[in-house]
C-alpha cells in the first residue's frame, strides 16, 4: 500500500509499504478521507519521536471497514466510520467521575502507524472500547474527518459555559481558533474576536461570523480587545497557538472574573511567565483545556456531519496522500485552513 512514512523532521516521502494484517479480534479500515491537524504538522516537522523513524502519522480516520477478524461482529466490511483516535476504558478513577478525557488507561494512537496510509489496522482493544461512529448513507465522509478536532473545541466551550450574551476573544485563526468561533456564535455569545498574526489566515476567516479580527503583528491586540470591548475586557479568553506570548497576553484581555483557557499546547521545556498578581486581583479563572469525554465526542461526530455546521467552508483544499508534503506547506503559509488527504483516491460510496 502506499503511505507517507517520516523519516526525521520535514522529510515525508510516500512509499510502498506493507498492508497491516488485521490483528486478533481486530479490524482494518480502508483509509477514505483523513485530515491534517495541527499536531500533525508539529510531529511531521520536529524530532518528534527522537530519531525512531521511519514512521506513519495521522489520527483524524474515516474509512471503510475492509476485513473483520473471525468471531468480530461490531464492525461489518463495506460499513463507514469515523474513528475516534483515543480509545477511554470507561472503569477507570478518572473515566467514572465523567473525565474520560483523563483517562489513566488510554490506548494512545501515537503508539501505532497511523492513518496517512490506504489501509489502517485497529486491535481487539478498540473493538471492545467503540469510540467509533458509523456515517451515515448520503453523507461525505470528508467532512466527517473534522469530527475529531470539532470534539476538542466543542469540549472546551461546553466546559466552560460559553452563553448567551458572552463576549469571547479567541487567540489564533488556524482550523481549531475559526471552529472556536463558529462553535461560541452557535452558543449564543453576543461577541466573538479573533486575533491572529498571520493575515493570510485571517482573511479567511471573513466568511465566518466574526465581529472582529485582529492582526496582532500589526496592532496591540490587548488593547484592541479591551477597546472592542468597552474597556471590560473578554468574558472567555481561549489561547489556541503553540505561542507563551499569547497565554500573557490572555490573562490582559479578560475582564475581572473572567476566564481564561489554554488551549494551544505550548513546545515542550517553554515556560511561560504569568503575572499572578493580575491572576489574583482580577479574580481569573485559569482552565488547561484539553481533548473531550466520551458524550462530548458522540455530540462532535452529530455536528460534524449535520448539513448546519459549515464544513465544506472549513475545508479548504483536498489533496491525495502524495501531496501531503503541499498540504503541510499550504497550513503553514495559511492558504489552507483545513486540507483533508485521500489515501485512496476519490470516494465512490
Not at 530519531?51 to 483524524?60: F, K, L, R, S, T
Not at 496582532?216 to 491586540?221: G, P
Not at 489561547?239 to 499569547?246: D, E, F, G, L, Q
Not at 455546521?309 to 496522500?321: G, K, S
Request: charge should be negative; hydrophobic fraction near 40%.
Amino acid at each position: 500500500m502506499d503511505a507517507a512514512l517520516m523519516y526525521g523532521p520535514g522529510d515525508i516521502r510516500v512509499e510502498q509499504v506493507e498492508v497491516p494484517e488485521c490483528p486478533d479480534g481486530g479490524f482494518v479500515v480502508e483509509v477514505g478521507a483523513i485530515g491534517m491537524c495541527g499536531s500533525d504538522i508539529r510531529n511531521l516537522t520536529s524530532d518528534s519521536r527522537s530519531g525512531a523513524y521511519p514512521w506513519i502519522y495521522g489520527h483524524e480516520v474515516v474509512g471503510r471497514v475492509a476485513e473483520v477478524a473471525p468471531g468480530v461482529t461490531a464492525y461489518r466490511p463495506g460499513q463507514w466510520i469515523y474513528v475516534y483516535p483515543l480509545a477511554h476504558c470507561l472503569k477507570c478513577e478518572n473515566c467514572r467521575s465523567g473525565h474520560s478525557e483523563q483517562c489513566s488507561e488510554v490506548e494512545e494512537y501515537t503508539a501505532n502507524p497511523g492513518g496517512f496510509a490506504q489501509y489502517i489496522a485497529y486491535s481487539s482493544k478498540r473493538v471492545d472500547r467503540g469510540a467509533t461512529f458509523e456515517i451515515p448513507d448520503g453523507v461525505d465522509p470528508v467532512r466527517a474527518t473534522l469530527a475529531e478536532p470539532l470534539s476538542s473545541t466543542y469540549a472546551c466551550l461546553e466546559n466552560i459555559d460559553v452563553k448567551m450574551g458572552d463576549s469571547v476573544a479567541i487567540l489564533g485563526s488556524g482550523p481549531v481558533g475559526i471552529m472556536l468561533a463558529i462553535l461560541a456564535r452557535m452558543r449564543g455569545a453576543s461577541q466573538v474576536i479573533v486575533t491572529d498574526t498571520n493575515q493570510a489566515r485571517l482573511d479567511k476567516t471573513v466568511q465566518f461570523e466574526i465581529d472582529a479580527l485582529v492582526n496582532s503583528a500589526e496592532t496591540d491586540a490587548v488593547s484592541e480587545v479591551l477597546r472592542l470591548t468597552g474597556g471590560r475586557g473578554a468574558d472567555k479568553v481561549i489561547s489556541a497557538n503553540p505561542s507563551t506570548i499569547a497565554q500573557q497576553q490572555a490573562l490582559l484581555m479578560a475582564r475581572k472574573a473572567g476566564t481564561v483557557v489554554f488551549f494551544g499546547g505550548v513546545p515542550k521545556g517553554s515556560l511561560t511567565e504569568l503575572d499572578t498578581n493580575l491572576i489574583h486581583y482580577n479574580g481569573l479563572w485559569i482552565y488547561g483545556h484539553y481533548a473531550s469525554n466520551t458524550m462530548q465526542v458522540q455530540r462532535s461526530f452529530e455536528l460534524s456531519i449535520d448539513p448546519r455546521f459549515p464544513a465544506d467552508q472549513l475545508i479548504t483544499h483536498v489533496l491525495p496522500l502524495f501531496e501531503i508534503n503541499r498540504a503541510l506547506e499550504l497550513a503553514r503559509s495559511g492558504e489552507a485552513l483545513k486540507s483533508v488527504l485521500l489515501p485512496n483516491g476519490e470516494i465512490h460510496r
